[in-house]
């Protein structure tokens, strides 16, 4: 009777996650999609749908775009984050608990309330519209994770491999080239994945920014398949599927190691 | 702050560079290595939010946005807002009473989630730790826009479902028109996205707990529920609160998850939250400083909830 109740459990809990996703692909899948097929098992399987978006559709104009979007706030928020969480772990300075406090209050702060002054301000820069002017809003909602998560991975460096680099007569930098770096790269590849994932998503900016459909990043190039009056649905989960899978993977890999490093940050402080 | 001040100590020991105007390079380079980010940051992020707030203060419309002039309106902005009946009887409501009913869901149910993990064999709870990732990995475009196509009224699956269930009258049932049931779906989609979270956390805590406590509640002939009410939530507090109050930040500012269902993007007025109405108010309608005033409204409302969160934290951390 108890381990009934947790087979139906697991099922349950099974069947409530991963429906969403099934039903993406499913669709995706089904030739008769835009026929108003609705079934959860498909009687035509075809790749069509996936065909028509990257193709005709101009899909793959906006994954190439989330794709440098995404990349450049990567790159950019993995070298400034990592300046800023050896800053915070390795010295100690005035004002350095009001910097850690600081970065954790900036996370809470809703982009609803960002999204209006940055219109203006990026109206005024001439960035609306442009790939770089995204890159560097993403850049600026990614950096506060990064630096509290790397600020663990920092800190769980041992102090003596520091000490051993500068005994053998080694620069600061040369330490931070030779020793940190190398270790740290794990948690590196763990907030850079996250980084990714932000950008990835994002919507509001994207959507309020972008007026040139050649531009759009996929979050905002799926919004093309809706017509006024029939939405192409096939075609909305093909372009989904491509969207969503990459993350998953990103994903489930990243977890494990991020969690490490969040757990070791809560111990050494 | 251990390893800190070990580090001082470690770098006042390891040779100083020379000169006597060493002692400047090193007081300086922490704020170096943080210059980047804190610019960034600064420019992006707390700026605006200064900018939102005097935003607030004018009548922001296209003219202004087109010739840069300003005019100010003192608090004509909140006067009107505060003065507006659909705040207190739509927006208002809508949003806590929806952050309310989806933190309570998506922390009850990622709790009922862990505790079920904790009792799997090591090889099931592997796959079903794995089927959570992926739910959590959704993007919330994607699943939105899932969610939205399992319920299209008519044909959608669930919908279709619950008619051969008899719960609803597939050929006229449209979830997205009335106010209940379109909150209903966000709330499914929020949970969803949002209970791997808690579930995980959770988890990690039970961990934590020593088993010979349990053992010895069950000794004591403690059921379940008492061995949950007794044991595992007081050792678990901590948790608790964090992951409460994590969730209630996050559904609070849900945006994205509302604006794409059918009738969120301010079409049906009668599901807009503080998050869309700002949105709507100042892109749609072009009325950028009363959009900042709601837009001030829901960052106080979050303010609020944040130093709860931070006085839970570090409260957790002196111990």
């Known amino acids: 009777m108890r381990a009934a109740g947790k087979w ?37 399987w075809t ?16 994954l190439a775009n989330s794709l440098v979007v995404a990349l450049g706030t990567v790159l950019a928020g ?9 800053a915070v772990s390795r010295f100690r300075f005035r004002f350095r608990t009001s910097v850690l406090v600081m970065v954790l209050i900036i996370q809470m702060v809703p982009v609803e309330a960002l999204v209006i002054p940055l219109f203006i301000q990026a109206r005024t820069l001439q960035m609306l519209d442009t790939l770089a002017g995204l890159t560097v809003v993403y850049l600026a909602f990614s950096l506060p994770f990064a630096i509290w998560t790397l600020r663990g991975f920092v800190a769980a460096v041992p102090v003596e491999l520091e000490e051993a680099a500068y005994l053998d007569g080694a620069s600061w930098g040369r330490m931070f080239r030779s020793v940190l770096l190398p270790l740290v790269a794990p948690g590196l590849v ?35 398949f809706f017509g006024q009056h029939a939405t192409d649905w096939g075609a909305v989960m093909a372009a989904s599927t491509l969207i969503t899978i990459p993350v998953m993977v990103f994903f489930v890999i990243a977890q494990k190691r991020l969690t490490d490093g969040l757990v070791a940050g809560a111990v050494k402080g | 702050m251990t390893v800190a001040e070990r ?37 992006l992020l707390l700026y605006p939010l200064f900018r939102v707030l005097v935003l607030s203060l004018q009548d922001f419309g296209l003219r202004e946005l087109v010739s840069g002039r300003t005019a100010w309106v003192g608090l004509d902005n909140y006067v009107e807002l505060l003065g507006n009946a659909d705040l207190w009887t739509t927006v208002l409501p809508n949003t806590v009473v929806f952050a309310v009913v989806a933190v309570a869901a998506t922390v009850v149910f990622g709790t009922l989630v862990a505790l079920l993990l904790a009792r799997l064999t090591p090889v099931v709870r592997g796959v079903v730790t794995t089927a959570i990732m992926v739910a959590w990995a959704m993007p919330a475009v994607t699943g939105t826009y899932v969610w939205v196509f399992a319920f299209t009224p008519g044909d959608g699956v669930v919908v279709q479902a619950l008619g051969a ?40 805590g039970l961990m934590t707990i020593p088993r010979e406590l349990t053992e010895a509640a069950i000794v004591d002939g403690a059921g379940a529920w008492r061995r949950f ?10 948790v608790f609160a964090v992951v409460t109050v994590l969730s209630t930040i996050w559904d609070f500012k849900v945006f994205t998850q509302i604006y794409l269902m059918p009738g969120g993007d301010g079409v049906n007025r009668g599901v807009l939250t503080l998050g869309t109405w700002s949105y709507v108010e100042s892109f749609a309608q072009n009325r950028y400083g009363l959009g900042a005033a709601i837009a001030v409204l829901l ?17 957790e951390e002196e111990l």
């Open chain 1, 8 to 44: 139906l459990g697991v099922a349950g809990v099974l069947l409530f996650t991963l429906f969403p996703v099934y039903l993406m692909v499913v669709t995706a899948l089904n030739g008769e999609a835009n026929a108003g097929s609705r079934t959860l098992w498909p009687t035509e």
């Open chain 1, 47 to 62: 790749l069509q749908n996936f065909a028509y978006v990257v193709g005709d559709g101009g899909f793959g104009r906006y």
């Open chain 1, 78 to 86: 993995a070298a400034l984050a990592l300046l800023a969480a050896v």
């Open chain 1, 190 to 224: 763990a907030t850079s994945v996250f980084s990714f994932i932000v950008a990835w998503n994002e919507f509001i900016f994207a959507l309020t920014f972008m007026s040139d459909d050649q531009n759009y990043t996929v979050a905002v190039g799926l919004r093309r």
């Open chain 2, 7 to 43: 580090t001082e100590a470690g770098r006042a020991a390891a040779p100083p560079a020379p000169g006597p105007r060493s002692r400047g390079p090193r007081t300086a380079r922490p704020w170096l290595l943080l210059a980047p980010a804190l610019l960034v940051m600064g420019g």
């Open chain 2, 165 to 204: 269930l008899g719960l609803v009258d597939a050929a006229t049932a449209n979830p997205f028109a009335g106010r209940l049931s379109f909150f209903a779906v966000a709330a499914l989609n929020v949970v969803h996205h949002g209970f791997p979270f808690v579930a995980l956390t959770v988890l990690a």
């Open chain 2, 229 to 238: 009410r007794s044991v595992t939530f007081p050792m678990l507090r901590p």
């Open chain 2, 299 to 315: 960052t106080a409302l979050l303010l609020v909830v944040t130093v709860v969160y931070l006085r839970l934290l570090f409260r």
